[in-house]
């Protein structure tokens, strides 16, 4: 049973920081490509980054560009999306999600991960 499981979200003032965690089960991480996606209320669920499983080539969304990162250690099976200079426009709950195995690149489109961790909510406060 493949298992994905969120942490790190909270409450956080803009310009602050903050790091997630997404711990990985029942899959063989190392060769999944890994996403980070968010969705806020009355809004479709959006790509924020990706990483992919072989060279560890990332992706972002461009309203993220230069503020957020994303970093694997297949070791722990865990994908992070370190989170700074945060604005109250990435209010939202986030997600990791699974792609693969042996993807090809790294997808920016939701219906093609396969495994969805159940969310952890971030709010930035002005």
């Known amino acids: 049973q493949v298992q994905l499981v969120e942490s790190g979200g909270g409450l956080v003032q803009a310009g602050g920081s903050l790091r997630l965690s997404c711990a990985a089960s029942?899959?063989?991480?190392?060769?999944?490509?890994m996403g980070w996606f968010r969705q806020s209320p009355g809004k479709e669920r959006e790509f924020v980054a990706g990483i992919g499983w072989s060279s560890g080539s990332t992706v972002f969304a461009d309203s993220v560009k230069g503020r957020f990162t994303i970093s694997r250690d297949n070791a722990k099976n865990t994908v992070y999306l370190q989170m700074n200079s945060l604005k109250p426009e990435d209010t939202a709950v986030y997600y990791c999600?699974?792609?693969?195995?042996?993807?090809?690149?790294?997808?920016?489109?939701?219906?093609?991960?396969?495994?969805w961790g159940q969310g952890t909510q971030v709010t930035v406060s002005s």
């Open positions: 029942g899959l063989p991480f190392s060769i999944y490509a």
């Open positions: 999600a699974a792609y693969g195995p042996r993807g090809a690149y790294v997808s920016q489109r939701a219906p093609e991960y396969h495994y």
